[in-house]
């Protein structure tokens, strides 16, 4: 690749955030320094760091990271996180407006990022990657936060489509995903859709045996069945069919749930599981970079989930580090999605639909009960990671994408 590539990644999230984007574009950003892009990054700077604001500008293995200015209103409000992702963009259009532009990488956290995006690609010239996370408003619309008839949607849907059309080339995760933005596209311009699915660093995470591994023994893990999720315990999840499961499931005295994370849901999952007397889950928070090695490998089952309907509009980033970790992967999805086509072609887990606490409770005392099948599945999982989804392949990905956008 050309050594005078000069790319800017925006995103609200990045190093040292624990959440999966930050962690994501840290690496990808690592990566691509090494074969010659200059990277910067603009990121928000309203989350904290132990007692201390992240500072307004840092470096991370190279890379320039700037932290603009945004509003820090509850994030567990929708009308807070609206203002905060406004003034988020806001922040970044002003900042760019003042600087000729190269390559802009922009995710869709915040999902007004790729409006500013295009009036800066008019005034400041440049091209513009649109890295699909989820798409937006249909996201919103099945979680119900916007009705679908209404004025705000269609706007949305209106400026989205000029986003769409403008961008030099949109990265989605998963072949769902690009069937729904080549419906919106209309076949206008649909081949510069690119499926790069998320990944996991599989030097970095590999399969673990319980006896080997210290975080699984500090919680009394290590001879146990263990159901883990780890991850944004947010709304675009069903966590309550898997706590229904588990009060099912108590008479089990080896079986433990455990979650590992924050988010708007978590409050009300650690509310139902103290309703219920559950002594089989534990909740813990996000863990430090360097425990993940332990905390990711310490389940034997990963639970990935999604909200019905919200199929081929979001892949989780949990699948890729459950499927590098040598677990078997528990879909909590509809079957018209990614994760079950992933499920079904490497045999590497189960699916059960969202809600179906009856059909999650066989499956996973399917699996309890038959410890020669989970291991086969565990070894499939790891499998399919290797050949699919390693890091190494998506970087080699995203420098094709670039050497053929520059």
């Given amino acids: ?29 690592s990566e691509l320094r090494k074969r010659g892009v200059t990277i910067t990054v603009l990121t928000g700077r309203a989350r904290l760091v132990g007692n201390g604001e992240l500072p307004a500008h840092g470096n991370y293995d190279g890379i320039g990271i700037r932290r603009v200015w945004c509003t820090k209103f509850n994030n567990g409000g929708v009308a807070g996180k609206a203002i905060n992702r406004m003034a988020f963009t806001g922040s970044v259009l002003l900042h760019l ?28 010239g440049g091209k513009f990657i649109y890295l699909l996370h989820d798409i937006h408003p249909d996201a919103s619309v099945k979680l119900g936060y916007l009705k679908d008839d209404a004025l705000l949607k269609k706007s949305w849907d209106w400026l989205n489509q000029r986003a769409y ?19 919106r596209l209309n076949g206008n311009g649909s081949g510069k859709i690119r499926v790069i699915h998320n990944w996991a660093d599989g030097d970095f995470l ?60 978590k409050r009300k999952i650690v509310e139902m599981a103290r309703d219920r007397k559950l002594h089989n889950v534990i909740f813990l928070p996000f863990q430090p970079r ?22 081929g509009l979001s892949v989780p980033c949990k699948l890729y580090t459950s499927l590098a970790a040598g677990q078997a992967v528990w879909g909590l ?24 606490v009856d059909a999650s409770v066989e499956m996973l005392t399917k699996l309890y009960t038959d410890r020669e099948l989970l291991a086969e599945i565990k070894g499939n999982a790891r499998r399919c990671f290797e050949r699919h989804f390693d890091k190494k392949m998506a970087v080699e990905r995203y420098v094709e994408l670039l050497r053929e956008v520059q």
């Fill in 333 to 356: 999805v509809g079957n018209d999605s990614e994760i079950a086509e992933i499920i079904e072609t490497h045999r590497c887990g189960f699916r059960t639909d969202q809600h179906d």
């Fill in 97 to 124: 407006l003042l600087k000729k532009q190269h390559v802009l990488l922009v995710t869709s956290d915040p999902p007004f990022l790729c409006w500013a995006s295009m009036v800066l690609k008019k005034f400041r």
């Fill in 206 to 265: 590999k399969p673990m045996r319980g006896s080997d591994n210290w975080f699984r023994k500090r919680l009394g893990l290590e001879n146990k069945f263990v159901v883990q999720y780890s991850g944004n315990i947010g709304g675009y999840h069903d966590f309550e069919t898997a706590i229904r499961a588990a009060e099912r499931l108590q008479d089990l005295q080896d079986l433990r749930f455990v979650f590992i994370g924050e988010g708007d849901k």
């Fill in 1 to 29: 690749m050309s050594a005078c590539v000069k790319l800017t990644m925006v995103s609200k999230y990045f190093h040292p955030e624990p959440c999966s984007t930050g962690q994501l574009l840290m690496e990808l950003g």
């Fill in 290 to 311: 360097e425990r993940l090695p332990y905390s990711l490998t310490c389940g034997d089952v990963s639970l990935v989930t999604l909200e019905r309907g919200l199929e």
């Fill in 165 to 183: 059309e403008e961008a030099d080339s949109i990265v989605v995760l998963g072949n769902h995903m690009k069937r729904a933005i080549e419906g």
